[in-house]
């Protein structure tokens, strides 16, 4: 496999693009949008949030600054190998790519179904479930598509840690001040029916972004992990056209 060849050169040119998974989530959400943006020669790499892709028990000390210090230094790596960088982020990703465009040179960002808000008392209520437990059981990733949930259980957390959660909901009032700074172009992916973040979060992130170039698209028949769910062959053609239509001239 790929992973276990060590002599392989990393990619480098032009374009490049990061993608980041969500909470809870890893490398193989991304591997299919990944690859598709990758046999349209663009330089991808997805980064491996800390804390993820071993056991849920090593996310209970990783948080917020650990995250966001992973995706600036694989930013700042693919930036020596490429000139223009995109970035892309699921869920909690998209929030840290957001994090990232407010103080970086980056070319684009993508979110997909990102976090601002969430929820009305949700951190109070984090905060008391952490004294009783460090993790509440996760039934199943929120995916709406059948065939989709029985192709995509491998690698799928069965708990979700609470201090993490806790400390991403603690940064986001921070993040929310932040967006008025993101001056790039933006592609707000949100659905209506998620069940994580709710919609309203990605037309807020719409109405507060700095960017003078934004767009807003609202599905309809996916859950939370678009990539994965119905609408997921119309998120890689949006994501797709979106690079290609801010790409330096003459690409």
């Not at 060590?6 to 989530?25: E, F, I, K, M």
């Not at 490429?82 to 994090?99: R, W």
């Not at 709406?144 to 993490?164: L, S």
């Not at 990605?202 to 028949?221: A, C, D, M, N, P």
Request: hydrophobic share 40%; aromatic share 6%; net charge neutral.
């Amino acid at each position: 496999m790929i992973d276990d060849m060590t002599d392989v050169a990393p990619c480098s040119g032009l374009v490049g693009v990061l993608l980041v998974h969500g909470l809870n989530g890893g490398k193989s959400d991304m591997e299919e949008l990944e690859a598709m943006l990758g046999a349209h020669g663009f330089c991808t790499e997805t980064i491996l949030l800390p804390g993820h892709g071993t056991d849920v028990r090593d996310m209970l000390p990783i948080g917020w600054p650990e995250w966001a210090q992973a995706v600036r230094d694989s930013l700042h790596a693919l930036q020596e190998r490429c000139e223009h960088v995109f970035l892309i982020g699921h869920s909690l990703g998209g929030a840290l790519c957001l994090h990232m465009a407010a103080s970086e040179r980056i070319a684009g960002v993508v979110t997909m179904c990102a976090p601002i808000s969430m929820y009305p008392g949700m951190l109070a209520a984090v905060r008391l479930v952490k004294r009783f437990t460090p993790w509440l059981p996760t039934i199943r990733e929120d995916v709406r598509d059948r065939q989709a949930r029985r192709k995509y259980t491998r690698g799928v957390y069965r708990h979700t840690p609470m201090a993490p959660v806790e400390s991403m909901l603690q940064y986001l009032p921070l993040l929310r001040a932040e967006l008025p700074n993101v001056t790039a172009p933006i592609l707000i992916m949100t659905a209506i029916h998620d069940h994580v973040v709710p919609a309203r979060d990605g037309r807020t992130i719409y109405r507060l972004i700095g960017s003078q170039e934004k767009h807003l698209v609202t599905f309809h028949r996916s859950y939370h992990v678009i990539m994965k769910d119905h609408d997921r062959d119309e998120v890689f053609a949006r994501t797709l056209a979106f690079i290609q239509r801010h790409l330096p001239a003459g690409q």
